[in-house]
């Protein structure tokens, strides 16, 4: 399949080829609802969407140091590394020896990625070195720029859009940073043992809860109220973007809408996983059925069949690039 994948996307030197196998991998590894969904694109795009992934994935790495016992000064020195090697390969100076940066620069340059994306993606990998919480939600969404909106933007030139991309980036932003408010409501044990809490101050301190209860709670594995109803509230903030992002949708190429829709439906699963586990998140990971995910997946593929049926039938339009309306451009 991996080989089918770069033949379409028209990928044939062999430094390459690894580089973006090795994007595939993580991606398959680490993120089990992204790769899921991304097996519903063309498979042209699929190396593409690899290539962001891997790159996302090797830097959130670094910064959570998992399991190589590194400083946070050798771990800074990594992802001061990492930067230059992106930076370099970013203005047309090939990388070498890191195979990820070199999927990721060839992807930037097919698709013209704006190099921005990637500076503030950077920018917000730095901060998780050294920022362990947030005060308000402006300060959360700050962040959330460069580690999810910034995500989305990057993959808009992959999908492709069916209006002007500019009518479509905040909404695709919006679903970056949806699914990564998800991400921190399903971990919020995990990131309290790294240290961390996501869940920006001023939401927790309305239902009078602060870092020590979160600590207790984890520790002892009881539950409180408060808790409960903080992280309720964080549900209704995280739902409250998924429907920001939701006119998005129908703005996509056809023949990629499903598999964002689906990576949208399954995220938004997490989130009702969630609930059913009464917002026990501080003692053990919601995760979605077996079941329920067959069944969103099973849901994509019959829209992604109807789709491309639907893209054979279809007289030949106007020349439109993928990332845009006639032309144009532009995600944990």
């Known amino acids: 399949m991996t080989r089918r994948e770069l033949d379409a996307a028209g990928i044939t030197d062999p430094e390459l080829r690894a580089a973006y196998t090795r994007c595939r991998l993580l991606n398959a590894r680490h993120g089990r609802t992204y790769f899921l969904a991304t097996r519903l694109l063309p498979a042209d795009r699929r190396p593409a969407v690899h290539a ?3 790159f996302a994935r090797w830097a959130d790495d670094i910064v ?10 050798e771990r800074a020195a990594a992802l001061s590394r990492l ?5 370099r390969a970013l203005t047309g100076r090939r990388p070498t020896a890191e195979p990820v ?7 930037a340059g097919r698709y013209a990625i704006e190099p921005a994306h990637f500076t503030d993606f950077m920018a917000s990998m730095r901060a998780d070195l050294t920022v362990t919480d947030y005060a308000t939600y402006a300060d959360l969404r700050a962040y959330m720029h460069g580690s999810a909106a910034v ?10 859009t069916v209006t002007d991309r500019a009518l479509a980036a905040p909404h695709a932003a919006a679903l970056g940073v949806a699914f990564q408010l998800t991400n921190f409501l399903r971990d919020v044990g995990e990131d309290l043992d790294r240290g961390r809490v996501y869940l920006p101050a001023d939401l927790l ?20 109220p408060r808790v409960t109803a903080a ?4 549900e209704d903030l995280t739902r409250a973007v998924y429907r920001e992002a939701e006119p998005g949708l129908a703005m996509l190429d056809p023949v990629a809408r499903p598999c964002i829709r689906t990576a949208y439906l399954l995220y938004r699963h997490i989130l009702d996983a969630v609930a059913e586990s009464g917002y026990a998140v501080l003692h053990r990971r919601a995760v979605v059925s077996r079941r329920r995910r067959a069944a969103v997946a099973a849901d994509g593929l ?20 993928r990332g845009g309306a006639l032309d144009g451009k532009e995600p944990r």
């Open 302 to 321: 019959a829209r992604v069949l109807s789709a491309r049926l639907g893209a054979r039938r279809a007289p030949t339009p106007a020349p439109m690039s």
């Open 52 to 54: 962001l992934y891997g």
């Open 231 to 234: 992280l309720r509230a964080a």
């Open 205 to 224: 301190a309305a239902h009078g809860v602060h870092r020590d209860l979160l600590l207790w709670s984890r520790r002892t594995g009881r539950h409180d």
């Open 101 to 107: 940066v070199l999927a990721l620069a060839d992807t």
């Open 83 to 87: 930067d230059g090697l992106l930076r």
């Open 64 to 73: 959570d140091d998992t399991g190589t016992g590194a400083t946070p000064d």
């Open 151 to 160: 995500i989305g933007l990057q993959m808009l030139p992959v999908l492709g």
